[in-house]
């Protein structure tokens, strides 16, 4: 790393009654590493370079790297094809940190994965997609989805409605629906609520 700038490739001026204000770090010239690191380069490219590129053109340059463009593929997948490689992870929103943890458990070899609520901050289209991408990242996977948002549970081979601990209702979306019970219910109800928000919108 360039020890000028501690590896961030900015240096923080600290102003007077002001806010403190940022600006590229004169020796690597915002690049991050010192000189002998950057001479090293892949394909025709240093560290700094690959770290600059957005997933979707790490997937390119990737590959042929089974092992980087798996991760990457499932990046992509749940919507993060525009973020850099080498982008802090203090400048993502809620949504993306999220979908970026997500990304992580999608990518990992096992065989059952759990996630709890893991749409709960993010909009129905980004939760779509993240359904889409869990799909193709798990197909070789049984996975345990908790959430408090039905729209979740469209997608699933099986849905359980707990109460106390205890499973009151079980069936696919579609059969349960259709046996009108406490989840057709709530389903009535939360579809209703979001209806009305799109109509305030």
């Given at each position: 790393r360039c020890e000028a700038c501690q590896g961030d490739g900015i240096v923080?001026?600290?102003m007077h009654f002001l806010a403190d204000i940022y600006v590229p770090c004169d020796v690597c010239k915002g690049a991050r590493y010192n000189r002998e690191t950057l001479e090293v380069k892949y394909k025709g490219k240093n560290i700094y370079e690959v770290l600059d590129m957005t997933v979707d053109e790490a997937c390119v340059f990737f590959a042929n790297v089974p092992k980087i463009a798996?991760?990457?593929e499932t990046m992509r997948e749940v919507g993060l094809g525009y973020?850099?490689?080498?982008?802090?992870s203090t400048t993502l929103s809620g949504g993306e940190a999220q979908k970026v943890a997500i990304s992580r458990v999608f990518?990992?070899?096992?065989?059952i994965?759990?996630?709890d609520e893991p749409s709960s901050t993010l909009d129905p289209l980004a939760e779509y997609a993240m359904y889409e991408a869990m799909m193709n990242a798990c197909r070789d996977k049984a996975v345990i989805f908790i959430s408090h948002r039905l729209s979740s549970a469209v997608l699933?081979?099986?849905v359980y409605l707990m109460e106390k601990?205890?499973?009151i209702e079980s069936g696919t979306h579609r059969e349960l629906l259709e046996k009108g019970g406490k989840y057709a219910d709530m389903w009535s109800k939360q579809a209703e609520k979001y209806r009305k928000k799109e109509e305030d919108v």
């Open positions: 923080k001026i600290e798996r991760r990457l973020v850099k490689l080498g982008q802090s990518a990992k070899d096992c065989e994965v759990i996630l699933a081979d099986r601990g205890e499973i």
